[in-house]
């Protein structure tokens, strides 16, 4: 069956980093666009960064270019995020998402892992 499971998420300090990992298993990974987003409490879910099947073309929101890197291995089918000189305002439940197409019936998600940056 299908699972996208992340992890990495911690306490750290503002100004430190994380790698956050998404481990794919149960479809073709390659030939899903993957995507973090986070939940912060009393907040919408946002889009943090989005990277095309092959690994092309990435996107950012503007709160996190410059400081997040997104990143896949199709053979490990696993999908990164690199999180660069964290503010306390990244502190979130940070979902891995895999989507075919933009296709609501090819849409999975993870359990979500948390990042608190504080001091």
């Known amino acids: 069956q299908v699972q996208v499971v992340e992890s990495g998420g911690g306490l750290v300090q503002p100004g430190g980093s994380l790698r956050l990992s998404c481990a794919a298993s149960?479809?073709?990974?390659?030939?899903?666009?993957m995507s973090w987003y986070r939940q912060a409490p009393g907040k919408e879910r946002e889009l943090v960064a989005t990277i095309t099947a092959a690994g092309g073309n990435t996107n950012y929101a503007d709160s996190v270019k410059g400081r997040f890197t997104i990143s896949r291995d199709n053979a490990k089918y696993t999908v990164y995020l690199q999180m660069n000189s964290l503010k306390p305002e990244d502190t979130a439940v940070y979902y891995c998402n895999a989507n075919l197409w933009g296709r609501s019936d090819f849409d999975y998600w993870g359990q979500g892992t948390q990042v608190t940056v504080s001091s």
């Open positions: 149960g479809f073709t990974f390659s030939r899903y666009a």
